[in-house]
């Protein structure tokens, strides 16, 4: 693939219920992120992963979220017990190498996540 | 706290005119600072991006100016066309100094551009 894909494109869930999205990153690239884009806002950083492990975390909200890249290349972000102000856009970038600023990030689509 | 605050929130050009849309930062940290094109229902994508080393870099239509002592910059699109009608993000990141590797992005609000035939 050319790109990075993420699936599901949309996701409708109730509230209270487990979700997973997938990210599969441009190949060859070692660091990801997850970024989250509520209505008419900027994307606002989650997690970062460089190869499989999670390197910063700070930007998940709660202990609702969480994020694995177990082999180093997909990723899946799982939200727990969603609530309905978790109802966004997710998106994923992956980049080269974090081998210093400027390395472009490389979005996805993004999954549409809407909580009823 | 906002970090990087971006102006106007919609901008109405008409076709072959100048757009201009604005971002203030406050963490003098941030290094690397990239404009970002969103279209409805996809994903951004880079446009142009500058370091503060430099007051202003052009890529064909677009312009980045950057003014390092006023914590500004932004971007210009000359001769603007209807297929620029997007969303723009200004965004900002830094070297991790605390080790943890994220370069991440902190972003604007976004400028919806609308341009008119």
């Known amino acids: 693939g050319a790109g990075v894909s993420q699936t599901p494109s949309n996701k409708v869930t109730e509230k209270g219920k487990y979700v997973e999205l997938r990210c599969d990153p441009i190949?060859?690239?070692?660091?990801l992120y997850w970024y989250r884009q509520s209505l008419g806002q900027g994307p606002e950083f989650l997690i970062y992963?460089?190869?499989?492990?999670?390197?910063?975390d700070s930007g998940l909200p709660n202990d609702r979220f969480f994020a694995v890249r177990p082999e180093g290349s997909v990723s899946t972000l799982k939200i727990q017990r969603t609530e309905r102000g978790d109802s966004a856009v997710y998106l994923c970038?992956?980049?080269?190498?974090?081998?210093?600023?400027?390395?472009?990030?490389?979005f996805g689509p993004g999954t549409r996540l809407l909580v009823l | 706290q906002q970090q990087v605050k971006q102006s106007p929130q919609s901008l109405i050009v008409q076709k072959g005119g100048i757009s201009i849309i604005n971002c203030a930062y406050e963490?003098?940290?941030?290094?690397?600072f990239p404009w970002y094109q969103q279209f409805p229902g996809k994903g951004p994508a880079l446009l142009i991006a500058?370091?503060?080393?430099?007051s202003e870099k052009k890529e064909g239509r677009f312009t980045i100016s950057f003014n390092k002592s006023a914590k500004q910059f932004s971007l210009h699109i000359m001769d603007s066309q209807p297929g620029d009608s997007a969303t723009y993000f200004c965004?900002?990141?830094?070297?991790?100094?605390?080790?943890?590797?994220?370069?991440?992005?902190?972003f604007g609000k976004g400028t919806k551009l609308s341009v008119i035939p």
């Open positions: 970038a992956s980049s080269l190498s974090p081998s210093g600023t400027g390395e472009t990030q490389y």
């Open positions: 190949s060859g690239h070692t660091a």
């Open positions: 992963f460089q190869g499989t492990g999670a390197a910063d």
């Open positions: 963490n003098t940290a941030f290094d690397y």
């Open positions: 500058i370091r503060p080393d430099v």
């Open positions: 965004a900002a990141s830094m070297y991790p100094y605390s080790g943890a590797g994220s370069y991440q992005l902190t």
